[in-house]
């Protein structure tokens, strides 16, 4: 390859944007980053953090059109919709249902389990020992409940797990408060997996630190607001931003939840929504868990972070462009309490983020199927953060023309295509 054929941009520092950077760039590109912030300032920026292959089960789950209107009416349950929304989402949300058949959600579960495996690792090896090593913690990961009853309700999603090589371990009774003092004794259940888990004690900080990196080796970094891909004679010929317009020899297309609009102006329309989650990190909280914690009914995560004590999860379907609702991540603050009665709530901040969710729960990575010089890594949902170095990998892998070391298919944009 000459030089002109070794250069490429990346739209978009999140994680996975910088994951493919930091992998082009090991193997001979000359790659550009272009983002309208700072790196690791999008979604990536305040998620829990969690590095945990156990996560490779899609929310498209056979019994959740039941459980849902429940989860909707429950003044602190995970779910809420802005109702004047939900005529925008209806295509999506029957594309979703029709994902939720249990076998659709077995294939499913392959094909996140083959992004989340060895995530840790996957971590580890991007760092290379450099700044973004200190952002990254091997740890256990717990799973509390109520009762044995709330375990065995979600014994389809743990017999996945088990099926696909996660180890566990149950904790009854007082075993829960054994191995975490801090909750509350109304938890009577829990699993814990101790192999191959992980975390980031500031998600922000390791792709920060991830992106320096990538300077120091050679990387160059603009900060632009990109408007569009211009194509001239059937080819990718610049960028236009803000800052003027940017040359293009190649193009990866890595901008999250924001990734839709790129997609549709170069003909390839894809039902990528914002599925908006929550945090609230609480500066002086007086608890420190010595692991991450799930909440299952609450569907969040508590992780041990060094701004404090995060809780982050929910989900709030209302678009891209609405104000955050941060009277619904309040929930959050009341699950503490009950988690942990002795917690100090006084002093925290919170924050809202757009996970770029499909509905099949997969995302799409790989070649733009109208133009051999663009590629696509968004949509990662609720595992972006996890799965964005493995993603990096294979992409680059590909793009320099090695097979990859996982089967692309299953992430194509062609699923998406009308035929
Ligand atoms: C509450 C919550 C908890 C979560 N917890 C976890 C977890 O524990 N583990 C996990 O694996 N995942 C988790 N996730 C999901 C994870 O955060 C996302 O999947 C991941 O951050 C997506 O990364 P990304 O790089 O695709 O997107 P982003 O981090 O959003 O990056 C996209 C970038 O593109 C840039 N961009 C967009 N449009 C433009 C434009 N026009 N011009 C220039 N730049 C542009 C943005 O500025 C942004 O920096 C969580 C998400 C939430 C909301």
């Known amino acids: 390859m000459n030089r002109k054929q070794k250069e490429i941009t990346v739209l978009g520092a999140g994680i996975v944007g910088i994951s493919c950077a930091i992998n082009l760039q090991r193997l001979g590109f000359i790659v550009t980053v272009v983002d309208q912030q700072e790196p690791g300032e999008g979604c990536s920026f305040g998620n829990a953090g969690m590095i945990a292959p156990c996560a490779m089960i899609p929310i498209n789950s056979p019994g959740l059109l039941t459980k849902a209107p429940a989860m909707l009416l429950d003044p602190l349950g995970p779910i809420a919709i802005r109702w004047r929304y939900l005529p925008k989402m209806l295509s999506w949300q029957f594309k979703f249902l029709q994902n939720c058949k249990t076998s659709k959600v077995e294939q499913i579960t392959d094909g996140l389990s083959e992004l989340t495996s060895g995530a840790l690792e996957e971590h580890q090896r991007l760092a290379a020992n450099g700044a973004g090593a200190t952002w990254i913690r091997p740890s256990p990961y717990l799973y509390i409940y109520e009762s044995a009853a709330a375990l065995a309700s979600e014994e389809f999603q743990w017999r996945l797990r088990r099926d696909r090589g996660i180890t566990t371990r149950v904790l009854h009774g007082n075993e829960v ?8 004794s109304r938890y009577q259940c829990a699993v814990v997996m101790e192999d191959g888990h992980g975390f980031s004690p500031d998600p922000s900080q390791l792709v920060k630190a991830l992106a320096s990196q990538f ?21 990718p010929n610049s960028l236009i931003t803000s800052e003027g317009s940017l040359a293009l020899q190649r193009l990866v297309i890595a901008a999250g939840a924001f990734s839709g609009k790129f997609a549709t102006q170069l003909g390839e329309s894809v039902p990528l929504l914002a599925e908006r989650g929550y945090h609230i990190t609480l500066k002086d909280s007086g608890i420190t868990p010595r692991c991450p914690i799930m909440n299952s009914a609450g ?5 041990p972070m060094n701004p404090g004590l995060r809780f982050a999860g929910l989900a709030e379907f209302s678009g891209l462009t609405e104000k955050p609702n941060y009277h619904f991540a309040k929930r959050l603050l009341a699950h503490a309490k009950i988690m942990f009665p002795k917690i100090n709530l006084d002093d925290f901040t919170e924050w809202m983020g757009n996970r770029p969710s499909l509905p099949d729960s997969l995302p799409v990575i790989g070649q733009s199927s109208n133009f051999e010089q663009i590629f696509y890594a968004f949509g990662h949902q609720h595992v972006g953060f996890l799965s964005g170095p493995k993603t990096g990998r294979i992409l680059a892998e590909f793009i320099a023309g090695q097979k990859p070391s996982i089967d692309l298919s299953p992430y194509s944009i062609q699923r998406f295509i009308k035929k």
């Open 177 to 184: 408060q054994e191995f975490e003092p801090a909750i509350d």
């Open 215 to 235: 300077q120091s080796d050679g990387g160059r970094f603009i900060q632009a607001d990109v408007q569009q891909v211009e194509i001239v004679n059937q080819k």
């Open 299 to 303: 569907k969040f995560v508590t992780t």
